[in-house]
């Protein structure tokens, strides 16, 4: 069609209009569209939250869990909810199951970082203690829950004082250094010695302040407030603290074990195990996690692995607190005479009698077996464990013994051979101490 100009320019114009109207409406619809989904996809995320909220609401408790399918918010969040791994070598050898709690994992490195982070959050909770104020946690130690500590320190806002013995690996002593950690090392002494290392930490935690707050449960802690700023609740709080984290008689080392690691191996299980073995240093995990598993499955048997010059072993067996080393002079090391560092222990501590009624038996395991055990483990499972781990390992052989075919039986794996390079794990070390390293004790031991 042909048309004259104006009346192009017209048809143009109205065209023009009709597409505007056209494109406004198209556009407009556009944007309800959009509103509308958007909306309803952020009702559905409401939804979707308000229900896993609920959901989790009803999942038993987990006090310390990690999702690896998750973002972990902060290093404290690595402490638990550790693998439990089949040994293989024993469990074939021995036709049971001997499953190992992979505390070794924790990101401390040992089983104590469940401690210090229970013991520290505990603490917070009651207002004992406040991150980021300069405040120092103390405490005596073999050197496990001093690195523990100072791990969760640093990531929670704390500083840390740790006083050890003077004859533990000089590894321990090494990490604590990196980890920023004050060090004092004193002379090895019995517990009634003001310089032994747990009377020593609690000493330096009253002299941090100038005022203690001494709760009901005896748990120490000085302020360093002056007195105005004591009437002062927000200066109060401000003010750096010192606090004795007192591991042997503290309650939340048990609870860290009854609420985190036994639920953990229950789960992990499906419930199905017939024995627990353990050494005890505090107590606090063979008290914790063996009520934990004695409650759900009375059948568990608690076993005790006590090394050598611990009295424990005969406080389980007779009813006595006796370490025949203790008569003898033929003592090593003070403390306790052994190189397994980490448990056996000459004294009753509240972590060890909160579960004492549940340990149904002990064995002795001499430094010699625990050497050959490391050994062993290392050549057959390609595990690198401490000597308190290579001492539950030779008790389970033990309890294996006297369980019926197929019985499973869980213990903790509780450090890394890295820590104990200078003493356990050197021949030379060893050698010095008269301590043969005999691998063909395990396989005499199975066949036994
Ligand atoms: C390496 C290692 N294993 C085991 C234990 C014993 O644990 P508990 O103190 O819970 O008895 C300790 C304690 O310090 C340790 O350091």
């Not at 294996?400 to 390079?421: E, F, M, N, W, Y």
Request: charged share 25%; glycine share 10%.
């Amino acid at each position: 069609m042909w048309f004259r100009l104006p009346d192009l320019q017209g048809h143009l114009d109205r065209l023009t209009d009709r597409l505007t109207q056209r494109t406004r409406g198209l556009l407009l619809g556009l944007a309800i569209g959009v509103t509308l989904s958007l909306s309803s996809n952020q009702l559905a995320g409401f939804w979707q939250a308000y229900r896993r909220n609920k959901a989790a609401q009803k999942l038993p408790k987990r006090p310390i869990e990690l999702r690896s399918d998750e973002i972990v918010p902060s290093t404290v969040g690595l402490i638990g909810n550790t693998p439990l791994v089949r040994i293989n070598s024993l469990s074939d050898a021995l036709g049971v199951e001997v499953l190992g709690k992979c505390e070794f994992l924790n990101p401390g490195g040992s089983v104590k970082d469940r401690v210090a982070l229970r013991i520290i959050e505990d603490a917070e909770a009651h207002g004992y203690l406040r991150p980021h104020t300069g405040s120092v946690l103390f405490e005596g130690t073999v050197g496990s829950t001093g690195i523990s500590l100072a791990t969760v320190g640093k990531a929670k806002g704390y500083e840390s004082h740790i006083i050890m013995p003077d004859d533990v690996a000089i590894d321990k002593v090494l990490v604590l250094e990196r980890l920023g950690a004050t060090v004092e090392r004193v002379r090895p002494a019995s517990i009634i010695d003001e310089n032994q290392f747990v009377n020593m930490a609690r000493r330096r935690a009253h002299e941090f302040g100038t005022v203690d707050i001494v709760s009901d449960d005896d748990e120490l802690v000085s302020t360093q407030a002056s007195k105005k700023e004591m009437r002062s609740r927000r200066s109060f709080d401000a003010a750096p603290r010192g606090f004795f984290a007192d591991q042997f008689e503290n309650e939340s080392n048990f609870m860290a074990h009854y609420e985190g690691t036994g639920p953990e191996i229950i789960r992990q299980t499906g419930g199905r195990y017939d024995a627990f073995v353990s050494g005890a240093g505090t107590g606090g995990t063979i008290s914790g996690t063996g009520r934990a598993l004695k409650a759900s499955n009375a059948k568990c048997k608690v076993i005790l692995a006590d090394p050598e010059g611990s009295g424990l072993f005969n406080r389980v067996k007779y009813g006595v607190m006796f370490a025949p080393q203790e008569s003898e002079g033929t003592k090593r090391r003070h403390q306790v005479d052994t190189i397994v560092e980490g448990i056996g222990i000459n004294r009753l501590t509240k972590n060890f009698e909160a579960g004492e009624r549940i340990i149904d038996d002990a064995y002795r395991i001499s430094d010699t077996e625990a050497v050959a055990m490391s050994r062993y483990i290392v050549a057959h499972d390609g595990l690198f464990l401490g000597s308190s781990s290579a001492c539950n390992l030779i008790a389970c052989i033990r309890v294996a013994k006297r369980l019926p075919k197929g019985s499973r039986i869980v213990t903790i794996l509780c450090d890394s051979g890295a820590r104990h390079q200078s003493k356990f794990w050197s021949e030379e070390y060893l050698d010095k101490h008269g301590i043969k390293v005999d691998v063909g004790i395990v396989d005499r031991l199975i066949k036994e």
